[in-house]
């Protein structure tokens, strides 16, 4: 079980960051051109953000089962002091989850908005967030196929 999920959890993010920074640079392109927000925009919108957060349910079982965090646990003040395993018991989890809140109120607020180029403005923004964030605490050392 533990190593379908690492693979899910390691596949995903190659969908999610295609179409997360394919929704970013074309919210930013119609936002400057001050182009109104269309069904497909929506659409992409909700696509990026349901991957967002099927990444995190995988990695929040992830967390839970892992024996890398499992030894973090067994040892805390160990594990904050080795780099790797603070990334993964504390730091990746923790970032992640502000980058996919982060990505979920610019949403909303998209959704909310009523002057139609805002709302490219509104996901540039967020989401533009949201992925730096991600791949600031991405295992790049373990990142498959690189």
Not at 4 to 21: D, E, V
Not at 62 to 88: E, V
Not at 107 to 126: D, P, T
């Amino acid at each position: 079980m533990y190593i379908g999920f690492k693979h899910l959890h390691s596949f995903l993010p190659y969908i999610f960051f295609i179409l997360g920074l394919y929704l970013v640079v074309v919210s930013l392109i119609r936002w400057k051109s001050r182009n109104s927000y269309n069904k497909t925009d929506g659409l992409l919108r909700t696509i990026v953000l349901s991957l967002a957060h099927i990444q995190l349910l995988v990695g929040l079982v992830l967390y839970f089962i892992s024996p890398i965090t499992q030894s973090a646990f067994a040892d805390f003040g160990a594990a904050m002091k080795d780099s790797t395993l603070r990334l993964y018991a504390v730091e990746h989890i923790s970032i992640n989850i502000l980058a996919i809140v982060l990505m979920t109120i610019g949403s909303s607020k998209a959704k909310k908005e009523i002057i139609e180029f805002k709302k490219h403005k509104l996901v540039f923004i967020y989401f533009g967030m949201g992925i730096v964030l991600i791949l600031s605490r991405i295992p790049w050392h373990v990142w498959p196929n690189l």
